[in-house]
């Protein structure tokens, strides 16, 4: 008989977003009228950009041409948007366009890189952490040692005590919102040098950075292309998250043990990607390019200050009633510290009776989510100013 892989059950944490939908369906049942207002929501409230819409589908419509067709692209994207890419994003980091690999969106490669590694690597994730590193290294059978992000570090990781080989950073981080500055990084890929370790950063919302003192790329900090992957995506930088496009950049300068050998990681996924994915479609990767023209980044950039705009109200209003929050500078993310008498589950639940509201309670992303709640600035801001006259006028304990 076929047999299951064992590591699935290990898959212990808690899915949170079943039980807020329960908890929703149970308040719609018991209150029909009530204006529940979702506040925690990660994925984009603003509608497609119309540049990216046109080139999407003028690159359908150039499909139609007998004597233009085009069938599977390369595998690793095409070169007009890896150039691009290198052009608009890596400019002055001297990352070749061959170092970038289009994928239809993170998620998959972040899980996917896992291939890459001995099977006895041991892996850093921080907690709380965006789930798919902890799920996907947990499915292969790995060992994870959990790196806490506690409010002294500004709700960040701080460099493991101990020797690991893989580490994954979220930077600005979901679910806190805080981004690592320069030292704070460069701490990273120091430990990284020293101990041959391999940074895989997720830099899915580099685009709400506003910080001078936070890398745009890790690639700034000196040394990282020896030992960093990056990870970016189109999906909260331009609202492609039901499109589906982003990518993963790996200089040719990163080795990895392989047997008495090193090897370049580039060459592995390079070949991996050649054997597991027939690229991304066509038109897909024309509106992921049309990002870059004139009309493309006024529009995008405009849908990031619009959020940005909508995190401001939420951090400062928080704060002006005398809640600690952190994040939401340079994320759509902001980690509300919730009253002391509170878990994130109790205070869930409040927000939901007391306010109609629904934020994403932190002990879902990890242990040390527990005492937060994550907001989310895809939020309308006239939606934000309504959550907030209602958490105003909650009488807490
Ligand atoms: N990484 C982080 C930190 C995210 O928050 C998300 C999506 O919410 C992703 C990766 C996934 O991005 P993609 O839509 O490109 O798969």
Not at 94 to 114: H, K, L, P, V
Not at 210 to 221: A, K, L, Q
């Amino acid at each position: 008989m076929a047999k299951s892989n064992p590591h699935f059950q290990k898959l212990k944490r808690e899915y949170i977003f079943p039980i807020i939908e329960r908890k929703l369906l149970e308040m719609r049942e018991n209150h029909p009228g009530a204006d529940i207002v979702n506040v925690g929501v990660g994925d984009v409230a603003l509608p497609l950009a119309q540049s990216v819409a046109k080139a999407i589908a003028l690159a359908a419509e150039e499909m139609t041409d007998p004597s233009r067709i085009r069938g599977y692209g390369p595998s690793e994207g095409y070169p007009f948007l890896r150039k691009a890419i290198a052009e608009n994003e890596y400019k002055d980091l001297a990352i070749d366009w061959e170092e970038i690999f289009i994928s239809d969106g993170i998620n998959t490669d972040i899980a996917n890189i896992t291939e890459l590694f001995h099977s006895s690597s041991r892996v850093a994730i921080p907690d709380p952490t965006y789930p798919v590193y902890l799920d996907s290294n947990l499915i292969a059978g790995r060992k994870v040692l959990l790196l806490p992000c506690l409010e002294k570090t500004r709700c960040l990781p701080t460099p493991p005590q101990e020797k690991v080989d893989v580490i994954y950073l979220c930077s600005p981080s979901n679910p806190t919102g805080v981004a690592m500055n320069k030292d704070e990084l460069k701490a990273f890929v120091d430990y990284a040098l020293d101990n041959q370790a391999v940074i895989l950063y997720d830099n899915a919302y580099s685009a709400f950075i506003t910080g001078p003192d936070v890398p745009r790329s890790i690639y700034e900090i000196p040394g990282a292309k020896n030992v960093a992957i990056e990870f970016r995506s189109f999906s909260k930088s331009a609202g492609f998250t039901g499109l589906r496009c982003g990518y993963t950049v790996i200089s040719k300068e990163l080795l990895i043990g392989h047997g008495r050998k090193k090897v370049p990681l580039w060459n592995l996924w390079s070949k991996r990607q050649s054997i597991k994915s027939n690229g991304v479609s066509y038109p897909i990767q024309c509106g992921a390019v049309s990002c870059y023209t004139e009309e493309g980044k006024e529009e995008t950039e405009k849908q990031i200050k619009t959020y940005l705009a909508s995190a401001k109200a939420f951090r400062e209003g928080l704060a002006a009633m005398g809640f600690t929050c952190y994040g939401g500078t340079d994320s759509p993310y902001v980690w509300w510290k919730v009253p002391s008498s509170y878990s994130s589950w109790s205070f869930f639940d409040v927000l939901l009776k007391e306010c109609q509201l629904v934020a994403i309670p932190g002990r879902g992303f990890g242990e040390h989510g527990e005492g937060f709640i994550r907001l989310s600035a895809f939020t309308p801001i006239n939606k934000v100013h309504t959550a907030l006259e209602r958490i105003k006028k909650l009488q807490l304990n």
